[in-house]
């Protein structure tokens, strides 16, 4: 079995080392993901200064590049954010924007650059909203040119107002173990498969 690689994009706003619910479902993914041949990294961003823009440079210490880089050479992307008031992190909302400027990029074939890689998506938080930020996600992702596995999206959603964060549970819940599990079966699944057959070029 070929061994793969995984980037885990923690779109937490917490800075490390505070603990964080999307870090730890980033990493229950990684582990899942390790008992497929999947080697993986997590890069938390708030950590990392990350300027606005939808280049793949920003210039005067933008980050980024080197963040992209490891997106690049890596088979599948792990996109963690929390929700907030109904909706994706800030920092998640700038790492998709970011990567608009991957739709100008091509590798050698002429295929945009991220052709290839597939795309998982995990949201936590204790409030409504986990299957519109997953919408958005796997839109934006897409568009961009990664490819999404069957039930490629894990989330855990707390009770309505309780403030209860998934980092308070004291066990992963049944439901979110299995589909972690499945979403990362899935996507090392496809991601062989691609790096086996990769899309036509123009």
Request: glycine share 8%; proline share 4%.
């Amino acid at each position: 079995m070929a061994s793969l690689s995984a980037v885990a994009l923690v779109c937490t706003l917490k800075k490390s080392p505070a603990e964080s619910s999307s870090d730890r479902i980033a990493r229950q993914l990684l582990d899942e993901l390790a008992g497929h041949e999947v080697t993986g990294e997590v890069i938390r961003l708030v950590d990392h200064d990350i300027r606005p823009g939808v280049t793949t440079d920003e210039g005067d210490g933008d980050q980024w590049p080197d963040i992209r880089a490891r997106i690049s050479a890596a088979d599948i992307l792990l996109f963690c954010t929390p929700t907030w008031l109904g909706h994706m992190s800030s920092v998640a909302q700038r790492a998709l924007e970011r990567l608009d400027a991957e739709l100008s990029e091509t590798d050698d074939a002429g295929r945009p650059a991220m052709f290839g890689k597939v795309a998982v998506a995990a949201v936590v938080g204790n409030e409504d909203g986990a299957h519109k930020i997953v919408a958005d996600v796997f839109q934006g992702l897409n568009d961009i040119g990664f490819t999404v596995p069957a039930q490629g999206a894990t989330y855990w959603n707390g009770e309505a107002m309780s403030g209860v964060d998934y980092l308070d549970l004291e066990r992963t819940p049944d439901a979110v173990a299995s589909t972690n599990a499945t979403a990362a079966r899935n996507a090392a699944h496809l991601a062989r498969l691609l790096r086996t057959t990769q899309y036509p070029a123009k």
